[in-house]
């Protein structure tokens, strides 16, 4: 029994330390992973915020004239800010969030009209009309390189008393 | 010649924008909510009782949404609210103010100075504007016996709109009376 235990003694003492060893590297990681929970926090509501402007700025304010929920300092603004927070929170994206207050105020509230029906026209048009308008510009542009120089210039036997004067006043100088 | 006629067709369509824009009305415009079911509230009332939509289910629900620094609409139709009320509470017609972005003493005063008697309650976090597309005060929501939002009065209200509005939901289908 006396050597049974001499022999398993130092075994014991092996474990004690290999324990103590687990021990130390568990609460090494239980701090530092206490330690990161406001880093992981912090991030999480920098990242939250993030999105509450990013919605908020597509939202029109009802309130104000021709300024974002996210720009407007009203009230009403601030309470919609909150709501659209508070609906992130809760797992909504950020669609649902749009379309929560499209169903209630309209698609008048988004200030981009979505991408689809008649809305389309206001995203197509422009592109639509770029190639006619630089058409045109290009059309105009070379009328206006090829002008013979002569148009450019009044004749100088213009039946025109004033250019009659313009020239004598222009001779004077000479 | 040519020029003018491009011109013209260029400008025709904005100047058919414009007048178009102004035929039409301002308070009149569309609310997706009309025609739905009205989402339900609970509001905390200024005589510290409750209002809860739900609970007046069968009846048709006139909701007023107002300020006391609302000046001259939300004081100018005070008492035509007051008048129908009072004309309409025994026909089962229940009337609701919302007091929306409000000190608490300046909206007390607003309800004493008119003498309301129908249940009104503060719009804390105006999550019932918000949940009602509100755009401003003053705006007057009616609500069908169904549960149905059947119409939206933007801006001030008359005595006459609200009984034509009151009748019309009195008489539709399906009422008692």
Redesign the interface.
């Known amino acids: 029994m006396r050597g049974l235990s001499r022999l398993t003694l130092p075994l014991s003492q092996r474990e004690r330390a290999h324990h103590r060893s687990w021990l130390a590297v568990l609460g090494l990681t239980g701090l530092v992973m206490v330690g990161l929970v406001p880093f992981a926090l912090a991030v999480a509501t920098v990242d939250l915020e993030a999105q509450v402007r990013e919605v908020a700025s597509q939202l029109r304010c009802p309130v104000c004239q021709g300024l974002s929920v996210g720009d407007s300092p009203s009230e009403l603004a601030n309470e919609m800010r909150t709501l659209v927070r508070e609906q992130l929170q809760q797992g909504k994206t950020k669609a649902e969030v749009l379309d929560y207050f499209a169903q209630r105020y309209g698609e008048w509230i988004l200030l981009a009209p979505p991408k689809h029906g008649f809305n389309l026209i206001i995203w197509v048009l422009p592109f639509a009309l770029l190639p006619i308008g630089a058409a045109a510009v290009y059309l105009g542009a070379r009328r206006w390189v090829r002008r013979p120089a002569a148009e450019e210039s009044p004749p100088r036997d213009l039946d025109s008393p004033y250019a009659e004067r313009l020239q004598r006043e222009l001779d004077s100088y000479q | 010649m040519l020029k003018k006629m491009l011109i013209l067709i260029a400008i025709l369509p904005v100047l058919a924008l414009f007048a178009y824009g102004l035929t039409l009305d301002s308070r009149s415009?569309?609310?997706?909510?009309v025609g739905r079911q009205a989402s339900d509230f609970t509001l905390k009332l200024f005589d510290g009782g409750t209002f809860t939509l739900s609970a007046q289910r069968g009846k048709v629900v006139v909701i007023n949404v107002w300020s006391s620094w609302c000046m001259p609409a939300c004081y100018n139709e005070a008492p035509a609210l007051e008048a129908a009320w009072q004309r309409y509470r025994s026909q089962g017609v229940v009337f609701l103010g919302v007091n929306y972005?409000d000190r608490d003493a300046a909206a007390r005063e607003f309800l004493a100075r008119f003498r309301h008697t129908f249940p009104n309650g503060p719009d804390v976090?105006?999550?019932v504007?918000?949940?009602?597309?509100?755009?401003?005060v003053p705006e007057t929501f009616f609500i069908a016996r169904d549960g149905r939002l059947a119409y939206k009065h933007v801006g001030e209200i008359s005595l006459p709109v609200l009984v034509q509005q009151i009748e019309q939901l009195l008489h539709e289908p399906g009422g008692t009376s």
Not at chain 2, 129 to 136: H, K
Request: charged residues 20%.
């Open positions: 415009f569309h609310s997706p909510l972005q976090g105006s999550k504007s918000i949940e009602y597309g509100l755009r401003g």
